[in-house]
Structure formats: structure tokens, C-alpha cells
């Protein structure tokens, strides 16, 4: 084992879990096994050989996707949990990216008012962010993460060897999690991430970045479990105009990845914390060259503006009929509670557009 924070282990070998499920200290009556079909095709005989325990468990397979992170396939498991007799000394293994962590944890968290879970997270995104954290829920009418629920796994392990069948734009999707946490939290390691070219990803050492990533949101998050006192709302920082794009490409049945919408949020986020004279003008541009090495800007036309503004309207940071935002007052620096009105907000989506027509002209220009 490389690396331990608190019930968060980043191991190869799986002896950690081997260990706990075979000591059996829970007095654990049966393991159920929750994956979508990518992972069952990549990994369900590799991991039943690793954990041979579970050649005995239950599967449940669903849909692998976003849009499947509903309550249709929550009804799904809750269904196959009672055929499956499932008591509440059953424990569900959630494996899987964030998809499945947040249903597994949310539908583990409800089952019999609450069953043990674990999380193993198979993306990156996976890793650093989605199964850490307590927080688990589901899609509703459009709407990202709008039903759910705090709860801890009692394990989480991560076995960065997952990540090698990972294609690029998930790899990419956690690399929009991990700039953010250098952007509010910690410039030293957004200088170590500025390094790394994470378009040569097959030659990349995941551990530390992957250590580092998980102690950072640990830190925020043990100062404010339950976002009562607000800290825990930095880690939101591009996801408030980012989860409307989000919400909105899904809506339209188009292909984003969350953190590709992240990023994407956090550039007009860094705009709007330029223009509320926090962030300084040369620390913007860097935010967006190094966003811009690795996502394209996705155009959102005006015409769709009252669309995005409806989904920013329903974000969980919002109070009394205002928007806020947390926003960068630097790089490695965020604070939260931040109202923000609607003009702002849609020209920050017009400098997003403005940027990509820039480009383009640029590049037919070489030509
Ligand atoms: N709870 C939280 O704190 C939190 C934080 C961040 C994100 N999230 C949520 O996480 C979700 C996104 O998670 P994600 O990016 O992991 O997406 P995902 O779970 O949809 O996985 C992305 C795709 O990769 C496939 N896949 C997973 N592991 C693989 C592997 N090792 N090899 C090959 N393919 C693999 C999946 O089948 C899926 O098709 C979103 O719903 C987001 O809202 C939650
Ligand atoms: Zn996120």
C-alpha cells in the first residue's frame, strides 16, 4: 500500500479490501456488486479473481452514462435489492466513475433508511473527486445532483491501474477537477500540474497527483462537512455556470464530460472574478492557456442564453431569488458567497464565445 487518508486507500493490489471483507468485522450477511456495462466488459473477471470473495455476490449492471444517473435506475436497484433479500447488514461495492458512486451512494444511503457502502473508483474523475466526499445524488427533471443525500462510504480504495483503459476525454474530465483544486486552494499544485502535459497521458505517474488531489478536497471538506459554513462551496468554483452547460448539452442529448463543462465554468468564472476586480489580468490569461491545452470551448448561442441562465438560477449556492458564485480572488484562492447578477453572468458566456472566435481566426489566419 503507497498511500493512506483516514478510510481512503490508493493500493494496486486490492489487500485492503481483500482483508476487510474476509476479516468480516460488520458481520457483513451479503455483498452486492453495483457496475455499469463499460466496467463489467473491462474489469468484472479481472476483479472477481482479485476479490474472490465475491464470486458468491450479487451483480447489479446497469447503463453506463449520465443520463442514466436517475431515479428510474435507482427504482431499478431498489428492485433488484429486495429480490436480492438484501438486509441492512448487506453492503453494496459501488465500481465504477462518478455515475456510480453517486447512485450506489445515494441508493445505499435510502435502501432500509441506510446500508453500508464502498466506494472504488474507476475514473479519474473518480478518484479525486466524486467517490470522496459524502456526497451522493441523482439527476431530477434536467437538473444535475438535484435530489440527494450526505453519507461516507466506509471505504474507499483507489487503484490508479483503472485508469489505463480510461479514453482521453475522461482522463480529461478529471483533469478539469484537478486544475480546480490548484485554482482555489493551492498554487504549488497548479505550478506542479502546468508541468505535466496531460496530452502525453500514457506516460504520466498518477500517484502523486492523484495523493495530492485527494488531501486537498480532504482539507476542504473536513472544515465543512455538510457545507453548513460555507467553505465546502469553493469546491464549487466553476460548477455554477459549468453545470448549466452541462445540464444544457445533456438536455440537447449532446456529449460533454463534467469536468470538460467544469472547465469550461471556470473560465467564465475566472472572467467574472476579473471583472469583480479580485483575480488580476495575467493570472486570467494563465487560467485560460492552460484550460485552452486541453478543451476546446464549446459555443453556447445567445438564442440558448435563457435556457443556461434557468439552469444557473435552480444552483444549490443560490438564496432569496440571487445568484452566487464562488470565484477566484486569486490563483490558490477562493471565496464564496459571492452575488452575482445575470448581466455579468451572460457576458462572461459572451467572452467564452468571443475567445473561441479569436482562435479561430487566429488559426485560419496561419493558414
Ligand atoms: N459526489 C461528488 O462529490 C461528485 C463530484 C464530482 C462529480 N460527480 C459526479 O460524477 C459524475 C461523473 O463521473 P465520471 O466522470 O467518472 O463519469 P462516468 O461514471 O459516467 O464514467 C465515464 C465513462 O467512463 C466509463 N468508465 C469508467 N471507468 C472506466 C475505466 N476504468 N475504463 C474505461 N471506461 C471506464 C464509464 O462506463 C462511463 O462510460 C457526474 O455525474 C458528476 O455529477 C460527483
Ligand atoms: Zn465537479
New binding site residues.
Given amino acids: 500500500m503507497k498511500y493512506k487518508i483516514n478510510n481512503i486507500y490508493i493500493e494496486k493490489k486490492f489487500i485492503i479490501l481483500n482483508n476487510f471483507l474476509n476479516k468480516n468485522k460488520y458481520n457483513i450477511s451479503k455483498v452486492i456488486l453495483l457496475l ?4 463489467k466488459k ?2 468484472l473477471k479481472y476483479f472477481l479473481k482479485k476479490i474472490s470473495i465475491l464470486k458468491k455476490s450479487k451483480f447489479i449492471i446497469i447503463k ?3 443520463k442514466y ?1 436517475n431515479i428510474k435506475t435507482c427504482i431499478k436497484i431498489w428492485k433488484k435489492l429486495i429480490l436480492f433479500k438484501i438486509d441492512k447488514k448487506s453492503i453494496i461495492i459501488n465500481l ?7 447512485l450506489g ?1 445515494f441508493v445505499s444511503s435510502t435502501f432500509k433508511r441506510g446500508i453500508k457502502f464502498i466506494n472504488i ?6 478518484m479525486i ?5 459524502g ?3 441523482i ?1 431530477f427533471y434536467n437538473f ?2 438535484e435530489i440527494g443525500i450526505f453519507n461516507n462510504p466506509i471505504l474507499i480504495i483507489i487503484n490508479k491501474n ?6 482521453k476525454n ?1 482522463i480529461l ?2 483533469l478539469g ?1 484537478l486544475l480546480k483544486y490548484g485554482l482555489i486552494y493551492d498554487k504549488k499544485y497548479w505550478n506542479f500540474l502546468k508541468k505535466i502535459d496531460f496530452n502525453n497521458y500514457k506516460n504520466i505517474k498518477w500517484d502523486k497527483i492523484i495523493y495530492k488531489a485527494i488531501l486537498i478536497k480532504k482539507k476542504i471538506i473536513d472544515k465543512d462537512p455538510y457545507e453548513k459554513l460555507g467553505i465546502r462551496k469553493i469546491l464549487n468554483f466553476g460548477h455554477t455556470i459549468g453545470h448549466s452547460i452541462e445540464s444544457f448539452f445533456l438536455s440537447k442529448n449532446k456529449k460533454i ?3 470538460e463543462a467544469i472547465a469550461l465554468g471556470m473560465i467564465c468564472e475566472s472572467w467574472i472574478s476579473k471583472k469583480i476586480k479580485k483575480l488580476n489580468n495575467n493570472e486570467y490569461e494563465e487560467i485560460c492557456n492552460i484550460i485552452l491545452k486541453y478543451f476546446k470551448i464549446k459555443i453556447i448561442k445567445e438564442k440558448y442564453f435563457n435556457k443556461i441562465l434557468n439552469y444557473i438560477k435552480n444552483d444549490k449556492k443560490n438564496y432569496n431569488n440571487n445568484i452566487y458564485f464562488s470565484l477566484l480572488n486569486n490563483i490558490g484562492k477562493c471565496s464564496f458567497n459571492k452575488k452575482i447578477n445575470k448581466t455579468l453572468i451572460l457576458n462572461s458566456i459572451k467572452q467564452m464565445n468571443k475567445i473561441y472566435f479569436l482562435k479561430k481566426k487566429k488559426k485560419n489566419e496561419k493558414i
Fill in positions: 455499469d456495462n463499460n466496467i473491462y474489469y453506463s452514462g449520465e444517473k465504477g466513475g462518478g455515475v456510480i458512486t453517486d451512494g473508483p474507476t475514473t479519474l474523475l473518480g473527486d466524486a467517490s470522496i466526499g456526497k451522493n445524488a439527476n444535475k445532483n483503472f485508469i489505463k483503459t480510461l479514453p475522461e474530465s478529471g477537477e464530460t463534467h469536468g
